[in-house]
Structure formats: C-alpha cells, structure tokens
C-alpha cells in the first residue's frame, strides 16, 4: 500500500472525563475534504498507534496502544482510557505510518470526595461562514479543566444566494445545505481544519451536548420542521448524529436516528454536571420526554455537589418581548416541562444554555412576576463563538423581564470557576470575528449566593 499522506489534519481531542479515565480522539483524514472517498483514504481499517504521558515531552509515558480506526466511522478514533489517576493533567498523541498528531492536553475528573475548584468554559453555536473563532482560542489559553459545548457544533446550511455584509466571512467546503452522511463529514472535516477549534480540542476535554443545527435548523423530535416526513428526516438524523459522533470524543455511539446525550459527570463534591438533550426527545408539548424527563427529576434529586449545573442548549427563563410572542423553539414554548424541572430545583441550581447568539443572565423565580417570589437559581446564557445574533431590542427585553439581569451582544464564551463556597461566572467577548486576532475582555461577571445572581465586576 501507498504511504499514507499526513493523516491528523482534523486535529485531537479528548472528553468525558471521569475521575479514572477519558476519551481520546482523532480522525484520519490525509485529504480531509476529499468528494468521495471520506479523509481521502483507502476503504481498510487502520491501525493507530495512541501514547498517553504524565509530561508534555512523553518522557513519562503511562498508557499507550493500538486502536482500529474503521472505514465504517470514517476512520475516527475513540479511545477509552481507564485506570488513570483524579484531577490529573495528562497528555496524548498518536501516530500512524511514521505520522506523528499534535499534543493534546487533557484532564481526569476530581475523585469523588475532593472539595477543590472546578474551572471550565462554555461555548456554544460556532458559525464557521460567519467568523473566525477566536473566542474558542481565548478559551484554550486559559487551559480549563473542562469545556462544555452546548449546541451548534456545525450548521448544516449551505451558501445563501445573497450573504449579508459579515455572514460569509470564510468559504464552507461545499455550498450546499448538508443532507447526507457525506455531506455532514466534510462539513465537520472543514470545521476541524480550523486551526483555533483544533487548539480548544487539545488544551481540554470536552463535554458536548448538540442542538439543532448537527442535523437542521429548529428540528423537533422526530419532525424536521418543513412539513416534510419524519421517516425521511430521521434517515438524515441517522447521518447526522452519524458524523457528530465521529468528530467528538463520545463515549456512545448513535444507533440509527438516536444518540443518547443525557448524562450526569460529577465533578468532585463542588459540581455534578447534569446534561440534558432539549431536541431529540421532544414531542408534542414536552421537552424533555417522559424517560429523560424522569431521568432528570431523579439526578436532581439525588444531587449532592454543591452546584447542580443543568447545562443544556436553550434559553431556559421565561422571556417575554416587546412584539413577537415568546420563542416556541425555546422553553418558552414548553411551559409545563419547565415548571416540572423547576418543581424538583435543588439549592445551588445553576442553568446553563446558548442557542441566541447573545449573552444573557437570569435569576430563576417561582414567580416570574414578581421579584419577591423564591429564588430556584440561576441562569448563565452563553454567547456564539461566531454565529451572527438576531436583531434585539435588549432595553425593552431587560424592561419587561425583571428576573434577566444583563445582556451583552458580543461573540464570545463563558469563564466559570466553581467552589464550595463561590460560583463565579465571566462573561468573556470579542468585539470582531470578521479577521482573526480579537483580544478578548471580560464584558462582566457574576457570582450566585443565596440561589441568586450578585454582580462582580461593578
Ligand atoms: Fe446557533
């Protein structure tokens, strides 16, 4: 066989840490965005060779391996790492043919009963057409121990006839909106080209949760949201959730038009990071479905970190505008479930969510209307790292909503650090994406006592 071109252009990532192991990444892709043939490489499996080292220079190297990278998942490469040490900072790579990939650092989760901070970002809705992202470079130079991606990893549109000024920043590989497994790979194989993505995937690991746009724009369940059938759209799910699963590092595969996202990562006794999925499940008027509705319920309840983080993709507040009626897409629309979620808030409730392409900040009240009324927690609304934001009247909005705190309209993502005493929350921006090199600067910051937002930066 021909040597093999250099096949880690998509990068290396690690995720899902647990306190004794983690997954680790990565796809060989020689011609990442080959037109036929996916990665550009032969229909074989391959062997990969992986090294894990306590020490960036591998001179103390602890676990290594081989792992079968398959024709069948587009050669990606998902290695379960066990047997490893809590909150340890490790380092990997792999190799193949004489190719060596770049480093990845990452980190294992704190053992149960440590009381030590717990430092991560949130990112979400990275438009590759509209920007540069900048923001996600910023968020690897701060080396958290954990990143979590609540949505809009890609989006499957293709080039519109007429861009507006600064929504087709970067050329997308292909004009076409995706609709088939193809079509998704060599979306994500020219998102993972990008040289900041793939330095967010090696300074951490990640925990990844997707909206709307892995498979298409305000999808439902089992309906696309076009009127068109939900057999032909869950065909295209499958694809979807299909090449989602070979550019992340998943613990679970996707079996057909399912992938399970839900899942609980305790971060020591400071976090338990409960993960919800607001898309696939709905039906009707519920958001969550039954089984994960009462998964949920059941993880509230059994909390016992200090801050119980429910990070999921959609504004979760009520939010009332000064024209339209309130978003359908988001809870809004699904006011029991939110009332069933908020019935079972334990202390400490943190919300974590994206999707609007703005900053936003939130208490949670057991009556929206009135101030006086319980504090539930709060809500921190990231930003997009690129994705361009709707118009907005934000005045009006903080006016007719005295529980949102604060909006900020820049791209950007979100800077937290969780003790047993503090949650601290930094909202981090840039003011351009059109061209690389926003400095980045903190736009503010919270910090949650007694169930509410206090302000830190003032
Ligand atoms: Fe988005």
Known sequence: MA?????????????????????????????????????????????????????????????????????????????????????????YRFSIDGHSSQVGRTKTAPDPASTAPVRFGVVSCQRYEHGFFTALRHLADERPDVILHLGDYIYEYGKPAHPKAGRYVRPLESEAECRTLGDYRNRYARYH????LQAAHAAAPWIAMPDDHEVRDNYSGALPGDGTSPAAFLKRRAAAFKAYYEHLPLRVRPSGPSLQNHRWRPYGRVVDFVLVDARQHREGRDMLGPEQEQWLAARLKGATARWKVLAQAVFFAQRKFPLEPPSTDAWDGFPESRARVLAEAPDGLVVLSGDVHNGWACDLRADWADPASKALGVEFVGTSVTSMP???????????????????????????????????????????????????????????????LQRTDL
């Open 390 to 452: 709707p118009m907005t009247d934000a005045t009006a909005i903080l006016a007719l909503n005295p529980h949102i705190a604060f909006f900020d309209h820049r791209r950007g993502y979100l800077s937290c650090t969780a003790s047993m005493d503090d949650f601290q929350t930094d909202y981090r921006v840039v003011d351009f994406v059109d061209r690389p090199g926003a400095p980045v600067s903190t736009a503010a910051g919270f910090r949650v006592k007694g169930n509410k």
């Open 193 to 196: 080209m990008d040289a900041d």
């Open 3 to 91: 040597k093999l071109g250099y096949p880690f252009t998509l990068g290396v990532a690690s995720g899902e840490p647990l306190p004794d192991g983690v997954i680790l990444w990565t796809r060989l892709a020689p011609e990442p965005l080959h037109p036929t043939r996916p990665g550009g490489m032969p229909n074989q499996a391959m062997a990969v060779q992986w090294q894990l080292a306590e020490d960036e220079a591998f001179a103390r190297v602890v676990q290594s391996g081989t792992a079968s990278a398959q024709p069948d998942w587009a050669h990606s490469v998902h290695v379960r790492v066990t047997g490893l040490r809590p909150a340890t900072e490790y380092f």
